[in-house]
């Protein structure tokens, strides 16, 4: 398979996506009663997210420029893929990166989400029976000659045991934050808003921290949040929201809440589903320089960093970790 054949089936694969239809519907409503965390609003901002933002003949051709890409790799190496599942088809851009560069990918999905992705490649394989040949599914990654795996802190430490000794990248716990001015419009919070709770606040592109100036007003930021108040018509939201709530009012904890989502004080960046933590600061600068530096943020949302609502909106050279995937794998 060419090069100009794998990126043309992955266009085909974006319009499929955008066509949005019956067996596509069909495949997000059992993934959704497979998954409660992945509603139907959800996985089709995912699926629109990497239709339009990934699979773009245009975009993959210019992406694919930067590379040495070869068009037919004369020994494709076997990547081991581990799937994370916190939010639908997150493990998609790895995927693509391995079969564009030409690799064999032996992918070992997550439990969260397995449904999703595997219908996609079974739409690939059934537009192209070669792609059969550099796309499978195993239970256990024996034998490849690299690895890519995303997973907790805990898991990373089982990954490295495993795959340490071959060529790999492996990813852990990482979450966005947010450091807000005072001058942020009201079309700016209601941005910021979905970037705290698209995905019910599970990705690693999710604001789970904010930083503010001290005397900073939370009236404005509340009010834009409300309206995902139907969050609580999810019983696994809900069910976060009165845990998290109670322990706050038993530890005689000061809160804010809008009745869907709790701010609080205190300077861990990951912040549980439902809540988000929030710092002050007296010198942007200094916790601009700090967070840069931190390798548990993923994005920097605010004035003169990532814009507001485009968080969860990752372009083809958007790599998770920093780590540009794409080169490792031309590379090997």
Not at 72 to 100: E, R, S, T, W, Y
Not at 107 to 114: E, N, R, V, Y
Not at 138 to 157: E, M, P, Q
Request: hydrophobic fraction near 40%; glycine fraction near 6%; charge should be negative.
């Amino acid at each position: 398979m060419t090069l100009q054949t794998r990126i043309q089936i992955m266009g085909q694969l974006g319009k499929y996506l955008l066509e949005d239809g019956p067996i596509w519907k069909a495949c997000k409503e059992r993934a959704y009663r497979e998954n409660p965390w992945f509603i139907p609003e959800f996985i089709e901002i995912a699926s629109r997210q990497i239709a339009e933002k990934f699979l773009d003949p245009a975009l993959l051709a210019a992406w694919v420029d930067q590379y040495s890409v070869p068009d037919q790799p004369k020994k494709p190496h076997n990547i081991g893929l581990v799937m994370a599942g916190n939010i639908p088809l997150v493990g998609f851009h790895d995927l693509l990166c391995c079969f564009i560069s030409g690799q064999k990918t032996i992918i070992k999905t997550s439990s969260k989400d397995d449904v999703l992705i595997k219908h996609l490649v079974a739409k690939l394989q059934e537009w192209d029976s070669e792609t059969a040949q550099l796309i499978a599914f195993a239970d256990n990654l024996k034998g490849c000659n690299a690895y890519i795996a995303t997973g907790s802190n805990n898991s990373s430490r089982y990954f490295e045991f495993y795959f340490g000794k071959y060529p790999n990248i492996i990813r852990k716990n990482r979450t966005s934050v947010a450091v807000l001015d005072g001058t942020e419009t009201a079309a700016e919070l209601d941005l910021l808003a979905d970037d705290i709770q698209f995905y019910f606040g599970l990705g690693c592109r999710n604001i789970t921290q904010i930083y503010v100036p001290k005397d900073y007003d939370f009236i404005p930021l509340l009010q834009a949040l409300r309206k995902y108040e139907y969050f609580m018509d999810y019983h696994k939201y809900k069910h976060n929201f009165d845990y998290h709530l109670a322990i706050l009012i038993m530890g005689n904890k000061y809160y804010m809440s809008n009745d869907s989502l709790i701010l609080t004080e205190n300077i861990a960046a990951f912040s549980p589903v439902s809540q988000v933590h929030y710092a002050y600061y007296s010198d942007k600068g200094d916790v601009l320089n700090d967070l840069t530096n931190n390798p548990s943020i993923q994005c920097i949302v605010g004035h003169g960093q990532i814009a507001f609502g485009t968080a969860q909106q990752p372009g083809l050279n958007d790599y998770a970790d920093g780590v540009d995937t794409m080169q490792f794998l031309t590379s090997l």
